[in-house]
């Protein structure tokens, strides 16, 4: 799994024009999926989203997680994360799972998170074209790759 983790004042979803959902402060997490993911790539990656340390302090440090803050959490399926530029410009996305791998990995990431914050966890539509409005604080943007453990 990859992930593009942004911290961001508020975020939200449209799709087709209209409001799908919204967040205030938190992150906005952008979900690739791959074939060789699995259940232990969800564990490990959920528990490093929510406890990285991206929130800034009372002394302007970031030194909170999402989970002190007891911020919003967006998640979006994107699989052009694994996209390939080796040939050509037209990108390939041959890495990225097909739909009847990721959809279940992708609800499978979504609930865990509702379980592991004990709140309701605001998503895209997998495989929908989706507009994202963001306000990234800081700007703060991380990615981490399940594989690579960085």
Not at 8 to 25: C, D, K, T
Not at 55 to 72: I, P, W, Y
Request: net charge negative; glycine share 8%; with cysteine.
């Amino acid at each position: 799994m990859r992930a593009v983790i942004q911290r961001v004042q508020h975020a939200q979803v449209n799709i087709g024009g209209a409001l799908h959902s919204r967040i205030g402060e938190g992150l906005l997490v952008l979900l690739g999926i791959e074939a060789a993911d699995n259940r232990e790539d969800i564990d490990w990656l959920l528990r490093k989203i929510i406890q990285l340390r991206i929130f800034t302090d009372d002394e302007g440090k970031m030194n909170r997680s999402l989970e002190d803050l007891q911020g919003e959490l967006m998640v979006v399926s994107q699989f052009t994360l694994f996209a390939s530029t080796k040939k050509g410009n037209r990108p390939g996305f041959t890495r990225s799972a097909p739909p009847d791998i990721a959809i279940p990995l992708y609800e499978a990431f979504v609930e865990q998170a509702r379980v592991l914050l004990g709140r309701p966890i605001a998503t895209g539509v997998f495989g929908a074209m989706m507009e994202i409005d963001l306000c990234n604080s800081g700007p703060v943007t991380i990615t981490i790759d399940t594989k690579n453990k960085e």
